[in-house]
């Protein structure tokens, strides 16, 4: 069936004088503006946030680093306590991340979440950017410090990273600290740091 269009002669407007000021009675009307920060807006229940994830229940299986549109997920090797865990985890740049959530969706463990947390501002400070890339907290970490200051923010304060030890410290928002290793990067496991082999002397020029 074809379309139908409607002639133009039904939606063009003549030019009108007294028509533009017919937007003035907009000037006794309660302003429709949110006051921020006096005023605190709730996103709604299950706003695509910031990510969460339960280390014990992830598999390291990578279905979230695949599905992944913006490539923003990286499979990273993790030591706690000296203890390598099991299975890498998802590491997420939230420099690339668009919080489609479908890396959320096919965790075919539930171990990767998101919640209703949405704000991180920084400056352009090296040292400050590093909060864009995290291997994410615990569902309950994450909730309780969110309940705790009801505001919207991401949850940690500051990230360190030791270049040289690989020692990453997360300074959360609550005054704990969250201290691990990243000992590698991919599906594979970490080969053990090779040891240096032993020099062999130098043999003795006879001739001289
Ligand atoms: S939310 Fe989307 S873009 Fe962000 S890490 Fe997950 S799959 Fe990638
Ligand atoms: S977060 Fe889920 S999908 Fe991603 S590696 Fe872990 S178990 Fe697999």
Redesign the pocket.
Known sequence: MPAKVVGEEKVKKSPSFVKPWLGLKYLFKKPVTIKIPEEKIEPAPKY?GF?TLDWKKCVGCNF?GQ???????EMTWIEVDGKMEKRPH?K?DYG?????????DVCPTGALG?IESYILTTTGDEEELQLYDWVPIHPDKFKEIQDQYRDWRFPVEKIEVNEETREVTYYLRNGETFKFKIVGYGIRPPKPPTKPAPKKEEKKDSKQ
């Open positions: 695509r990510h979230c599905i992944c549109p913006a490539r923003a997920i998802p997420i690339r991340c668009t919080f489609c959530q479908f890396c959320v998101f």
